[in-house]
């Protein structure tokens, strides 16, 4: 076995894949090659690091250097500097460029703010092994959870470790996991399935995705512990098949574990058999509900089944089903290697462990973060994440994606866990949370998002179908300047309706964005309905764009970028903005050299 004197770690997240970070790999090989020490420098293609603002990333061990917005051009330079000089190329470093890296040791994955204070459990092996090679995950312990199990343990005994752990669905629900596995035990049938919800959609998120396609072994591992857990031999992962990447390597995966006889007949010669299949969804977004998905499985339309009965007493193929998402799963090996206790030192009360977030918006440090549940929300927004962009206050976050609600900067400091989150409106979800400045327009958000559940309902049930279009149109009205006295009230009537009758938990809480925007910003609804102004400046029908004739140049440049031309002027005479023509899309106040013209409510 030849050893390596460096390792090149190259992210080959979905993100960093866009931005050619392929090509990085083949450009590094061939400058290796070129200086006759190919045999010298291992080049591994990662799963994502995680930091998706400063991508694509190279990280080069032993010494850690980790160096971001890498492109083809300064692969050359990093080849003949760092791994033929043994020179770090100082101009690349992660600590140069991001807010919150240091100086002196801001160079190193580890030493950045971002990475230092997160707690990574269901991230452990992202960024750090080749997801298309089970030999590394082997190498981290990969497996061993499963041998233990299978060799050491009872069925009773592992569901009672994962109760004892208190992991939670980390779907949304926040179902304790290990009761959820008890029932599918408990219930009669001769075949029974355990089924992983990989049909992640929420605006913004990227969780599951990641781990899927950066440790992909991890789920299948555990999906086996969880088949031997409630006497079931076979596994269902339904993955978006907008996913390709993830698709690409769970099919490796499953084919490596297959020929290490970790999937299949008789695994460990105990006499257990456990197979995984994949089955790909369309993207609707409803299939994330459970009884959705095992529909959708089965190959029928994907709308929610009425309950009782629940899937673990009739699930797919009316079996008796256990369905869990990715990152519940990737707790799983950790949690059995390293005992319940250790996973219950973590977070606060009845939330136990880490949570994985999407970070999206107006944040500096755009990407994936894993911290132990109770971290206040403001560790996340500014230690780790680095603080809103261009000095720009905070003004709310949502979790929860379009199931979720509004978090006010009133509130920043809120622990983030099921319990609180859920007490002042809002849900912790699957993991997304899109940070929002002083720039957006609150009732616009809340359109927005049920604009998307509008769009994504599967129409089975009335309160869904109809309601959901009740409130956009009133949402609507009060964007355009339509609102009228009594809307507001009308919108929380139909909200609290929904949230009561709705068929499954997406239209339950499809209403969630509008009642916490409302009661943390009633003042915002009120201004667009009484006042017809929009405060944040965003509703195209409330506001009008001007041209400050005192400050005006006359350069033209305005009238230039118009898409509709409706600015006019001429030279020493200030320039002005046809109001019956503009279609307010800024772009005039985006090019004014002078900052002259300006959004007025």
Known sequence: MQIARSHVLICGGTGCLS???????????????ELDIADEVKVVMTGCFGLCAEGPIVVVYPEGSMYAKVSPKDIEEIAEEHLYKGRIVDRLLIGNDMDGGTDEEGNKLEDTE???????????????????????????DGYQALGKVL??????????????????????AGFPTGQKWSFAAASEG???????NADEGDPGAFMDRSILE??????LEAMAIAGYAIGSNQGFIYVRAEYPTAVKRLNIAIEQAHEYGLLG??????????DIELRLGAGAFVCGEETALMNSIEGKRGEPRPRPPFPAAKGIFNQPSMLNNVETYANIPLIINQGAEWFANMGKDKSKGTKVFAVGGKIQNTGLVEIEMGTPLREVIYNIGGGVPGGKKFKAAQTGGPSGGCIPASLIDTPMTYEDLTAIGSMMGSGGLIVMDEEDCMVDIAKFFLEFTVDESCGKCPPCRIGTKRMLEILEKITEGRGEEGDIEKLEVLAKNIKASALCGLGQTAPNPILSTIRYFRSEYDAHVIDKKCPAGVCKKLIQIRIDPE???????????????CIKGEKKVPYEIDQSRCIKCGACVEKCPFKVIHREA
């Open 265 to 274: 007949k008789d695994i460990f010669g105990t006499g257990f058999d456990f």
């Open 151 to 172: 060799t050491e343990m009872t069925p009773e005994g592992v569901i009672q470790l994962i109760k004892d752990s208190g992991l939670r669905g980390r779907g949304g």
């Open 114 to 140: 971002f990475f230092s204070r997160q707690t990574r459990v269901a991230l452990r092996n992202c960024g750090r092994i080749n997801p298309e090679d089970i030999d590394e995950y082997i190498a981290y």
């Open 19 to 33: 931005s050619n970070s392929e090509l990085l790999k083949e450009r590094l090989e061939e400058k290796l090659k």
């Open 214 to 219: 950066g440790d992909p072994h991890s789920v």
């Open 190 to 196: 001769d075949i029974k399935y355990v089924a992983c």
């Open 551 to 565: 400050g005006c140049k006359s350069c033209g440049i305005c009238a230039k970028i118009c898409p509709v031309s």
